[in-house]
């Protein structure tokens, strides 16, 4: 990956012992995009890393825009090139992102949704606000998201109102 992450190099934890693009994990699949479209959007950003003690994702700083919400962003952690999610909780803030945006999607979103709800409930206001702005304003990029995102931002509007 970019700057630097590689096993044996640092992370947020300590030391790398391994590294897995986002897109080689199972659980992830292209949403609204092919397979070959994902990796290039998002293999190269985003990288699940472990380290003996624990372990998430590590997200390029110069690069999180392009992928996450400003409020996914505030979650991370900045440390060296890096916006670190860990695996226990805020790895969620993440998985929620992505798929909502349609980057990706994510076989156990209602698991990570709750996650959020529990561990991060300022992200999920600031993603719903995100959302409600993006309606007032008819902003370009909902044209992108495929239906049942629409579906879902259009609900999330209209509960706030």
Known sequence: MENGLKVGGPSYWGKVDYIEEVLGLDAYAGKGRDYAECEE?????????????????????????????????????KSGAYLWYEEDCKIAVVLHCLHYQGHIDYQ??????????RWEPEYLAEFDEEVRKYFEAGDARLAEFDEEVRKYFRAKAALLG
């Open 108 to 117: 156990r979103i209602d698991m990570a949704t709750a996650c959020c709800k």
């Open 41 to 77: 959007l998002l293999n190269g950003i985003v990288a699940f890393v472990s380290t003996p003690s624990h372990g998430g994702f590590g997200v390029l700083a110069d690069r999180a825009a392009e992928i996450l919400t400003p409020a996914a962003i505030r979650v991370g952690v």
